[in-house]
T-cell receptor, first 115, second 113 residues
């Protein structure tokens, strides 16, 4: 059974810092990995999708990497801003019974960026 | 750009009542997924549909059922509600059911009293 772990569970940094969020998964037979942002009580906003054949994806100040062999992904946030404060979730895509695309989520990292 | 639309956004029910949640996927997305997120928990997969057929099943209780209609919208029906069903219910859709990016709605918050 796939297990996804995110470290740290919570992180508080001053504005302007570069930071790294970590995600690890136990089964390397994944298809894709997707990073989400969730504000309190809100929906999940997709940040980046890394396909299994890719090693990284970039969008603005965000960069996500994927190392399937070691079962790890990192989300790098450059020049953090107070508006980046949210919970960041990584989710591993897997096919199940050749019938679909299922996500297994990590527990999330709660990020607080202080002005 | 159009997003996944869920309704209602908030719902309050009594124990043993029934609730129905609706989801309208992004246009041209043929796969719909339902997830449940309890307080302080990460989202758990419930069920998915592809081209109006049930595609996969996760930890969905037998008291719950769902379907996808001809216009691709989906409904999650929950009966004999229990206190533990209180959660945020998310619908997501994707264009490619095998490798595509999932896009989530804002969720429907169900409170069971």
């Amino acid at each position: 059974k796939q297990e996804v772990t995110q470290i740290p569970a919570a992180l508080s940094v001053p504005e302007g810092e570069n930071l790294v969020l970590n995600c690890s998964f136990t089964d390397s037979a994944i298809y894709n990995l997707q990073w989400f942002r969730q504000d309190p009580g809100k929906g999940l906003t997709s940040l980046l999708l890394i396909q299994s054949s890719q090693r990284e994806q970039t969008s603005g100040r965000l960069n996500a990497s994927l190392d399937k062999s070691s079962g790890r992904s990192t989300l790098y946030i450059a020049a953090s801003q107070p508006g980046d404060s949210a919970t960041y979730l990584c989710a591993v895509h897997r096919l199940h019974n050749n019938a679909g695309n299922m996500l297994t989520f990590g527990g999330g990292t709660r990020l607080m960026v202080k002005p | 750009a159009a997003g996944v639309i869920q309704s209602p956004r908030h719902l309050i029910k009594e124990k043993r009542e029934t609730a129905t949640l609706k989801c309208y996927p992004i246009p041209r997305h043929d796969t719909v997924y339902w997830y449940q997120q309890g307080p302080g928990q990460d989202p758990q997969f419930l069920i998915s549909f592809y081209e109006k057929m049930q595609s996969d099943k996760g930890s969905i209780p037998d008291r719950f059922s769902a379907q996808q209609f001809s216009d691709y919208h989906s409904e999650l029906n929950m009966s004999s509600l229990e206190l533990g069903d209180s959660a945020l219910y998310f619908c997501a859709s994707s264009f490619d059911r095998n490798t595509g990016e999932l896009f989530f709605g804002e969720g429907s918050r169900l409170t069971v009293l």
